[in-house]
């Protein structure tokens, strides 16, 4: 019969890999922790209109790319594309965001039917931050001075850069939609299909196309900073001061819209030019008004969120996964004859309770072989035991030889712990 196979684009993730799903995981919580975020956990499934409401109907995300369905009810379902949406929903809805200050941040899958290619997939994974109640520009400068503290411990900071811009207020973009529209119109039959589509639903995206015809076009296309009203000039240079203060390099990208409708003012992406077409590893900006456009009072919010594959994928491309970390066990625990097997078990127990941070793997399957099987387990260290006429004895290897033979068991614990420092 035929085998069921995972459905495209949704990857398992191995046990070979998620050491290194773990390792992130922990630098993230780690430097988040320290800036005092707070982790938030949200429903995965949540009512379609969430998002139609907070990314906009007209974007690639709602129109084309969200898994929804019915449910028994007949309530139209959607599997989150997001984090951003469920994030604002539930802090509302628990009264954590008006009048308060609050930095969350969440982790896990995420689903957009898009084209599986490396780096995109139907499911994938984020990280990602919101902070609300702040509209001032330091918190955007948290945000960003953050992911950059993260990317130089992970050792990627020399692989990505930072690209900015402001998008404005949403009046002054509205005043520059209408006249980059009226550009583009002018040259309509010489724009490529898809930016012909999104001139009469979406045409800030049509700056991100592509296309290069279409970008030779719009070298002189009218260019978003010169709409932008004064309160959204003036908090784009405070950060940029801020980031010039704190070392960060950036470049200004007057082109970057993003693909959400609720942004305005800062936006920003890392990019990195290691994982070919799919190379932006983190992306967000503000959103002063999707509150008060999910229901709550104007509440300023700023966020980003991270690509989990996409950052594996560059840490694995710049070998920057730390030797130890790709491990899931320290100690391999074996004996070489039957007679000795039965010491393994209980000798396991002793030593998990003498060295608790000790990861051990028992040998419980046949002996055959049972030296090289040892040695192709990958473990720093190894314990074999042998039945002697004294009783069990050990002995133990690290990577490169053998460390002493002949060991009493009761010694052991103090072996292990020196040759494992
Ligand atoms: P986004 O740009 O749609 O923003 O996604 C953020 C990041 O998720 C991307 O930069 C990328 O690394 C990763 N990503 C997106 N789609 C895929 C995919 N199909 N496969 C693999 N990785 C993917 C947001 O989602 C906003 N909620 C970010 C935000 C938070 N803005 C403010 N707060």
Redo the contacts with the bound molecule.
Sequence with gaps: MAKVKAIRGMNDILPSSTPIWQYLERQVSTVLSSYGYNEIRMPIVEQTELFKRSIGEVTDIVEKEMYTFNDRNDESLTLRP???AGCVRAGEEHGLLFNQTQRFWYQGPMF?Y?KPQK???RQ?H?I?V?TFGMASAEIDAELIVLSARLWKKLGILDAVTLQLNSLGSTESRQVYKADLTAFLEARFDQLDEDSQRRLATNPLRILDSKDSNTQNLLADAPVLSDYLDEDSKSHFAHLTELLDASGIRYEVNPRLV???DYYCKTVF?WVTDKLGAQG??????R?DGLVKQLGGKPTPAV?????V??LILLLETLNAIPEEERSSFDLYLAADDKAAQQAVFALAETLRDELPSLRIRCHFAGLKNINNKARQSGAALIVLIKQTEQGPVASLWNEDALVQSDIALSALPEMINSAWQ
């Design positions: 997001e984090g951003t957009r898009e780096g995109r997939y994938f984020q990602g919101e993003r693909g959400l992406e932006t590893v983190c992306a967000g900006g959103y966020g980003f969120a991270m690509g594959e996409r």
